[in-house]
């Protein structure tokens, strides 16, 4: 009885089984998918195409082979075919701000060839199926998946194969993927980067999308020039210049008056191309990481220096590092006042502190040290009396006590006066709390700046430092703007009071940075110097301000100031990476263990006072996403602390032209270089970057 039915519960299964095979179409809740295939029957062995057709919801967008200064693009792993690799059309620029990404809207369609098994049984089916993921973006960016598949009749021959209904479309699709330049292309170095140059005569416009990312710079504009009866188009280097010898491949889109035509091109790099050098030998043994190393020759040039330095200085007045202290003087620009003077004031301690800075840096280097941007917070008691003078600036704010003529005016005071002491301190204060920040365009700037003579560095740190001060310099002196400020009256005690929080916010962060420098230990003893010197001001106002309660403010700070003399830094093993399991420290000789073992490496070199670093390892490092796609290639995560001064560390940035953390390595297996990262990062990023690394055998 059971043989009977046997038959009938194999056809009643089949039924379900054939409803959950994979569907050519999909959608997700921004992008339509389609497998669109040029066959509708197929043979064994045949090669056919088929493509990838997205329909992209209405201003959102997905992404090229090289998406660009972040992105992802889009994947598609086969199963029962051979598949050929992934035929782009022509992007579009998709520029956000200073991001400029490459990528779809609307309508994109990416061709595919398969090849059918040759074992293929005529008279069965060919059912490939695709994984296919993307990064759709708008506002937001979001990763989405989708599962496709086809399913064709197989026959006996390639002659008995027919063409599916779709196979014009194809067709038209694939004349929109670039074909091979009929014409050679030549690259020369020049200051920043390379000149692409090429035949073709009547160009009025080009632009060039590199097929790698790094290799040029993607938000950096592309100029064209006339080269006797063709073109040449300037390309400045990006984060990772290819190396001498390496092609330059990408796209190339030319207009002439008989309209516009993309080819792909590519010439190797000429000696001399990029604005710096290629990634560090990691390799090095540690006795010889420890000892001095020349900073890498860079060819920017001094008046680039200058203009990046400028931006990047305006740039950090965006920066959480600068916040507090600019809401000092947020309060001074409600007042009454002389602004042009109170500007000039502020302007005048800036510059005075990032001449300080690079007079510093310059005798630390003539004696030898290797030092770099923000390298004052390696010490313990610079930050905790950094901590203190917010601290005071907090409590005068708070109300708590009142800045007068007296001592306890002079120093942490100082920055919360009126008038122009007030002005100047603030500017010291603004330039003091930016250098744990490092914004965008800062790097090569400051890369060049630690690799020229005295004079050339002072000058790019000034025009940093005029870069910070720029903002409130030109509100002083626009009158148009002061009109726009309110009106003085009540609320602006309450604002005063206010304006103390983000003081003690700072504090806050500069005690967790100290934490990681000098262990409980540390922290107890800046608490108790908080705590004294909030005694010794207590004690002046409960005294009237009399000259022993005065005296014993004083006394107060200090004493304070002198319990940094009992700070101690931690061990190397009390600070080693807690509470990460999955994350080691990074050692030259760890990494090369693990390179010798043929693993994927990803190193990451950072410090606890470097707010870049802090948010870079929240919005990406520590992303679900980005942990799953470590893992799942086998990464090792190597971490460096440069939170307490390394040389080792410092060699490393100074060898990848980095004046500063963060630096970002990641090297597949058997890479004979390392993949630099940029300084802000994405998920996707991070997902693309170890994406196609096949996982090492342990």
Known sequence: MLSLLRPVFLALLAVPLAAFAASPQASTEHVQARLVSSQAVVAPGQRFTVALEQNIKPHWHTYWQNPGDSGQATSIDWAGAQAGPLQWPTPAIQAIGPIVNYGYEGRAALLVDLTVPADAKPGGRFKPTAEVKWLVCKDVCIPEQVSLGLDLPVVGSAAEAKAGADAAQIEEWRGAIPKPAPFAVTLKPVAQGVRLGGPTAGVTKAYFF?????AVAHSAPQALKADGAGWALELPAGDEPLAAGKPLSGVIVLTTAAGEQAWNVSAPMPEGAGKGPGPADLNAPAADAAAPTPAPESDLGLLPALALALVGGLILNLMPCVFPVLSIKALAL?????HKVEGLAYTAGVLASFAVLAAVLIALRAGGQQVGWGFQFHSPVFVLVVAYLLFLVGLSLSGFFEVGGSIT?????????????????????????????????????LAFALSQPAAVMLAVFLALGLGLALPFLILAFWPAAQRWLPRPGAWMDKFKQALAFPMYAAVVWLLWVLAQQAGPDGVALALGGLVLMTFGLWWRNASGASLLGTAAAVVSVVLALGAAAWIKPATAEAHAVAGESAIEPYSAERLADLRAQNKPVFVNLTAAWCISCLVNERVALSRPEVTEAFAKAGVVYLKGDWTREDPRITAVLKANGRSGVPLYLFYAPGATEAQVLPQILTPGLLVEAVSATPRSSS
């Open 409 to 445: 005016g002079i120093g942490s005071g100082l920055a919360a006066r009126d008038g122009l002491a007030g002005s100047f301190f603030t500017g010291v204060l603004a330039a003091v709390v930016a250098t744990p920040c490092t914004a965008p365009f800062m790097g090569a700037a």
């Open 210 to 214: 590199a097929d790698t990312w790094g």
């Open 334 to 338: 409600v007042n009454k006042g002389n």
